[in-house]
């Protein structure tokens, strides 16, 4: 199976700041089939970014994602106060589909 | 509005089973592929399994091939998950998940607000 391993573990950011969160693959991830999920305290994940690099429907343009060979990054450009969360990769070009182990952004 | 509501989860003694259900509204059902994600308390995102428009393709976590079942009724709007042979391991939230447009979309583009299904003696 494809292992995601993302990082860091914990991104310690302000308001307003730039926040990049990596996300590397074990192997290739076919069509580029990479998703980012943000996931809130006490609530379901929400779909940011699919085929790594295509906001999901409703996603403000300061969300984007890259990609480059088995490297992909999820990008923030100003965080506002409501991104503080944790956000997982997932590959879905191969299964069995995998999720990255998430990276925590906080408010420093 | 695409809404998915899960219900059926609660407290079950290891060995049990459990048969997990999702009512989809605000889409054409039949058009989308439907999954199974779970999450453990305090930890991250696992796949459970994924089905097909048709339910000519099924898939399943490795891990957990032979004790869950997925199915899906078109004619009801309806997704479930039979899990058998129940461990403490399972307890987690279970999110009913639709998959994204088109073919092969294994993404989830929204999900349900999750059953928690708890193993314990």
């Known amino acids: 199976e494809i292992v995601l391993t993302q990082s860091p573990g914990t991104l310690s950011l302000s308001p307003g700041e730039r926040a990049t969160l990596s996300c590397r693959a074990s192997q290739s991830v076919d069509s580029s089939h990479l998703a980012w999920y943000q996931q809130k305290p006490g609530q379901a994940p929400r779909l940011l970014i699919f085929g790594a690099a295509s906001r999901a429907t409703g996603i403000p343009d300061r969300f984007s994602g890259s990609a480059s060979g088995t490297d992909f990054t999820l990008t923030i450009s100003r965080l506002e106060p409501e991104d503080f969360a944790v956000y997982y990769c997932q590959q879905y070009g191969t299964s069995p589909w995998t999720f990255g182990q998430g990276t925590k952004v906080e408010i420093k | 509005e695409v809404q998915l509501v899960e219900s059926g989860g609660g407290l079950v003694k290891p060995g049990g089973s459990l048969r997990l259900s999702c009512a989809a509204s605000g889409f054409t059902f039949s058009d989308f592929g439907m999954n199974w994600v779970r999450q453990a308390p305090g930890k991250g995102l696992e796949w459970v399994s994924s089905?097909?428009?048709?339910?000519?393709?099924?898939y399943y976590a490795d891990s957990l091939k032979g004790r869950f079942t997925i199915s899906r009724d078109n004619a009801k709007n309806s997704l479930s998950l039979q899990i058998n042979s129940l461990r403490a391991e399972d307890t987690a939230v279970y999110y009913c998940?639709?998959?994204?447009?088109?073919?092969?979309?294994?993404?989830?583009?929204?999900w349900g607000q999750g059953s928690l299904v708890t193993v314990s003696s």
């Open positions: 998940a639709r998959s994204g447009a088109g073919r092969l979309q294994y993404y989830f583009d929204s």
């Open positions: 089905i097909n428009p048709t339910s000519t393709y099924i």
